[in-house]
Nanobody, 119 residues
Framework: QVQLVESGGGLVQPGGSLRLSCTAS????????MGWYRQAPGKQRDLVAT???????NYADSVKGRFTISRDNAKNTVYLQMNSLKPEDTALYYC?????????????WGQGTQVTVSS
């Protein structure tokens, strides 16, 4: 099993910034791609950004130029720097990690951290 622990959510005014962190831990597993997804009330869970172990990134069009995903492979930690936040960025943000045990690859999710953008 792999556990993902997220932190960094909160309330911020429009135009402000937040930084989310997520650390993966699990004995016998190798952490592969990691990413962030978000889900607003009444909506589906959508991709925000992903990053491979080699640093290749992918972003949703709605966050390009405002959000930056990065990771520390030694710490199995992924970060999401969110700048120029808008009210429509308000959502529950989930960390995701693909982890392999040598036989199979599994997808794991964090518990979610709330981001609220409001004046």
């Amino acid at each position: 099993q792999v556990q993902l622990v997220e932190s960094g959510g909160g309330l911020v005014q429009p135009g402000g910034s937040l930084r989310l962190s997520c650390t993966a831990s699990g004995v016998g597993f190798r952490i592969n791609a990691m990413g962030w997804y978000r889900q607003a009330p009444g909506k589906q869970r959508d991709l925000v950004a992903t990053i491979t172990t080699g640093g290749r990134t992918n972003y949703a069009d709605s966050v390009k130029g405002r959000f930056t995903i990065s990771r520390d492979n030694a710490k199995n930690t992924v970060y999401l720097q969110m700048n120029s936040l808008k009210p429509e960025d308000t959502a529950l943000y989930y960390c995701n990690a693909d982890a392999s045990n040598g036989w199979r690859t599994y997808a794991y999710w964090g518990q979610g951290t709330q981001v609220t953008v409001s004046s």
